[in-house]
């Protein structure tokens, strides 16, 4: 069984300040993933990576960046958090390897954020 | 953007309903995931339907993939308490590589003792 954790799990900031939520993952998966669940929006993709240094934007990208310097750690950052940007956050794993294989993925227990 | 419609979007039946939750797209998947989420938790897998008119078994959970492969069916037969929560379809494009998935909005179960 693939072991993701993600940290912190609750935090509240205020608005205009920098946050980082960090994603741990005790093996070597290739495909990472950072999304945002909203009421009514269900899971939204932010940004994915696809190795070390190798990152890509989601459909929600904006005012988020992401940083994979290790193969275990994928960390997400709101350099100046808003308030639309209070959610919970899922960092996950690709746990299916392989050119042929499917898109299942593995999902960290969330980050829930509130942003004042 | 391509949509995932999921309904319905709320269920609260007796234990010991039968009951069918749908995902609908006008896009054609390579392949289609369920999950299930729990209060606090993150989506679990529970199932990957791949051909089209493909029908997957897990105990008392019948998952279909529409024959076009653009909608996908999760029958629950005699539910449980245990199976309340959050279910989730997510569709995904391409094979290998990156593959643009897209999660439906959710269907919130609930089953009553």
């Known amino acids: 069984d693939a072991g993701i954790t993600q940290s912190p799990r609750h935090k509240v900031t205020e608005t205009g300040t920098p946050v980082t939520l960090r994603c741990h993952q005790t093996?070597?998966?290739?495909?990472m993933y950072w999304y945002r669940q909203d009421p009514g929006h269900g899971l939204r993709l932010i940004h994915y990576s696809y190795g070390v240094k190798d990152t890509d934007k989601g459909e929600v990208s904006d005012g988020y960046s992401v940083s994979r310097s290790k193969t275990e750690d994928f960390l997400l950052t709101l350099e100046s958090a808003t308030s639309s940007q209070t959610s919970v956050y899922f960092c996950?794993?690709?746990?299916?390897?392989?050119?042929?294989?499917?898109?299942?993925?593995?999902f960290g227990p969330g980050t829930r954020l509130t942003v004042l | 953007t391509q949509l995932l419609e999921q309904s319905p979007q709320f269920l609260s039946i007796q234990e010991g309903e039968n009951l069918t939750v749908y995902c609908n797209s006008s896009s054609v998947f390579s392949s289609l995931q369920w999950y299930r989420q729990e209060p606090g938790e993150g989506p679990v897998l529970l199932v990957t339907?791949?051909?089209?008119?493909e029908v997957k078994k897990l105990k008392r959970l019948t998952f279909q993939f529409g024959d076009a492969r653009k909608d996908s069916s999760l029958h629950i037969t005699a539910a449980q308490p245990g199976d309340t929560g959050l279910y989730l379809c997510a569709g995904a494009i391409g094979f290998g590589g990156y593959q643009k998935v897209t999660f439906g909005t959710g269907t919130k179960l609930q089953v009553i003792p």
């Open positions: 339907v791949v051909t089209g008119g």
């Open positions: 093996e070597n998966h290739r495909y």
């Open positions: 996950a794993i690709r746990t299916s390897g392989g050119d042929s294989s499917y898109n299942e993925q593995f």
